[in-house]
């Protein structure tokens, strides 16, 4: 089972949204340990229904929350690869959804915007810039799609990635080689860190679990002082 991080350290733009006790507990992250590279790896978005086993540890929203950025029409994007377990906004398959996320975060950023419209153009174009209709474009099913700037690699372990609402038309690996474009009107994507690097001695302590069993509720700050390391200096990015 997984490793739940308990006091985790806050990004500044994580203590912003002030998020209650109850949206703390349903909206965490889930990153995967890397030992050779010395560093968590983002997965998904944490499903309570899911077994991880403790090569994987359970983060707060806050603490991978990088800020709400503003994307501007003509914004060039695409897909991330390998981000295809994003479930649908009804939560027919999580009891949670990415959408739900973003949804959360406009409301606590007074973001007018609405979430569950398409913030792309319904075009897709390819490596050679010929633009085609996307198939099944619309509103009638919206995602929090995870995507980069177009000239940024596409694996969802490097550097940050974005959350944007958009439509499943958009939201197919096999559109992986095209790109898309935000609509005139701009939009609000957030922006979220896709790995974290680690403290020598954490990341130890992480390996060490890996073969123990059941869910291990790590607290980080009593870690942090009984080893004599700085709360704010266990990760980085």
Known sequence: ???????????????????????EAIYRLVYRVNEEKQRLEFHELWNPEEKYDNRFVVMPLTSTYVKLERLCGGTEMKNIIGSSKDPLPNGSIHPTSWIDLIKIVYEKEEIKEKPLTCCLTKYKYSPDNIASSVSHHGNKCIVGG????????????????????????????????????VKPAG??????????????EFLATLVNFADKDGDIDFDLETFCTENNIQLDSVFSE
């Not at 550097?159 to 038309?169: A, M, P, R, T, V």
């Not at 939009?187 to 403290?199: D, E, G, P």
């Open 146 to 181: 995870h995507m980069v700037k177009r000239g940024k690699g596409q694996r969802v372990i490097r550097g940050y990635f974005y959350l944007l609402h958009i439509c499943q038309g958009h939201n197919i690996n096999g559109l992986c080689r095209y790109y898309f474009k």
């Open 187 to 200: 939009t609000n994507a957030l922006k979220m860190a896709n790995y974290k690097q680690l403290n020598s």
């Open 1 to 23: 089972m997984a490793i739940i991080l308990k006091k985790a350290p806050k990004t500044e733009e994580g203590r912003k949204l002030q998020l209650t006790k109850e949206q």
